[in-house]
């Protein structure tokens, strides 16, 4: 199983939600995160933004499918410019729900 | 040598949470505040949440003076997005104890509705104390 954490731009969630939705993804967590990348943030005239808002989508999936989620997330928070996010995907070796103790690996 | 353990529950089961973890003399942890959906979208039905009053049909979860319904219509959006507050536990435990804690977790957050939540298991490479600079087991 892999995790699949993806920093988009706020206004950009919507559309990725959705989008992963309609691709049969629709169970994820988000959090807002506030960060800044490799341009060390924004510098408008004399102001310097450091921490910009963003948000962090984790989706839980199937080795198998993670091209697939990997793919639409970038498709759908594509805009073009500086800012866009990063897609990280790490391992995880179990994973549980609750309501049933039921165990994938 | 260490697993982490992630945990998505819900909101009022994180004291009872904590006390068992406490018990076990596993005191450190980190706690985020999340938004997440499962299988069925974050809808929340009747039927699913007990909480929920009889009267209404399904209700979603409604940020303070926005709904997900009147969200969707001032953004043009072919339909709502729901999301459910949850809270993250994160914590970095020897693997040995991993059963321990999975077990725990999961009694202690059962309640058998839809929501309950999910937990994670991922390996973690190293870990390090920045105050004295430990690394390894005497870290955590």
Redesign the interface.
């Known amino acids: 199983m892999k995790m699949v954490r993806a920093i988009v731009r706020p206004e950009k969630e919507n559309d990725v939600v959705l989008a992963l939705e309609a691709k049969g993804f629709p169970a994820m967590t988000k959090t807002h995160v506030f960060g800044r990348g490799k341009q060390k943030g924004l510098k408008v005239g004399p102001i310097h933004y450091d921490e910009l808002p963003k948000v962090m989508l984790m989706i839980v999936s199937e080795e198998s499918s993670v091209p697939v989620i990997v793919d639409v997330i970038q498709k759908s928070a594509f805009v073009g410019y500086e800012g866009d996010g990063k897609i990280f995907v790490s391992p995880v070796t179990e994973s549980y729900t609750i309501r049933t103790g039921e165990k994938a690996e | 040598m260490f697993?982490e353990i992630m945990?998505?529950?819900r909101r009022d089961k994180v004291g009872p949470t904590m006390r068992g973890l406490d018990a076990m003399g596993l005191g450190a942890m980190t706690l985020?505040?999340?938004?997440?959906?499962?299988?069925?979208?974050?809808n929340v039905m009747t039927d699913i949440d007990r909480e929920v009053p009889a009267e209404y049909e399904s209700v979603s979860k409604i940020t303070k003076h926005l709904t997900p319904a009147s969200f969707a219509l001032s953004?043009s959006?072919?339909?709502p997005?729901f999301?459910i507050p949850?809270r993250?536990l994160q914590i970095i435990v020897p693997t040995p104890m991993k059963t321990e804690v999975?077990d725990l977790?999961?009694s202690v957050?059962?309640?058998?509705?839809?929501?309950?939540?999910?937990?994670?298991?991922?390996?973690v490479e190293e870990s390090l104390r920045i105050r004295t600079g430990e690394r390894g087991i005497a870290s955590i």
Not at chain 2, 32 to 42: A, D, I, K, P, Y
Not at chain 2, 109 to 121: A, L, P, Q, S
């Open positions: 697993v945990a998505i529950i985020t505040t999340v938004n997440g959906r499962g299988l069925q979208g974050g953004h959006l072919t339909r997005v999301w949850k993250m999975i977790i999961m957050n059962r309640t058998g509705w839809m929501g309950d939540g999910k937990i994670f298991v991922s390996p």
